[in-house]
């Protein structure tokens, strides 16, 4: 079994930046990715970026590519979403979440999810 217990979220000017970690706990499956998700009021949860554990590749949703950036740090047990540029439209409640579906956007192929984490924009 995987925790995921997420961080770093907040209230932030347009314009500036964030960044949100995920710790882990647990073993993980030998074929394993992170992915980071958000879901804003009203909204459908949504894929934002993914990054497969063994080999560090990483996938991004086309409305943050350029502006967001995944990353991890093996020794740490960490996933890390650095957010630039941040937009109004970026206000959602951030989850990392767990999958042996390397590469997915779905949040159905998603086994293990933290609690999230409230990431609010001012315009």
């Known amino acids: 079994q995987v925790q995921l217990v997420e961080s770093g979220g907040g209230l932030v000017q347009a314009g500036a930046s964030l960044r949100l970690s995920c710790v882990q706990s647990?073993?993980?499956?030998?074929?394993?990715?992170v992915g980071w998700f958000r879901q804003a009021p009203g909204k459908e949860r949504e894929f934002v970026a993914g990054?497969?554990?063994?080999?560090?590749?990483?996938y991004y949703a086309r409305p943050v590519k350029g502006r967001f950036t995944i990353s991890r740090t093996v020794t740490k047990n960490t996933v890390d979403l650095q957010m630039n540029s941040l937009e109004f439209e970026d206000t959602a409640v951030y989850y990392c979440?767990?999958?042996?579906?390397?590469?997915?956007?779905?949040?159905?192929?998603?086994?293990?999810w933290g609690q999230g984490t409230q990431v609010t924009v001012s315009s």
């Open positions: 979440a767990g999958t042996t579906r390397i590469g997915s956007r779905f949040d159905h192929e998603y086994i293990y």
């Open positions: 647990g073993r993980t499956p030998d074929r394993y990715a």
């Open positions: 990054i497969s554990w063994s080999s560090g590749g990483t």
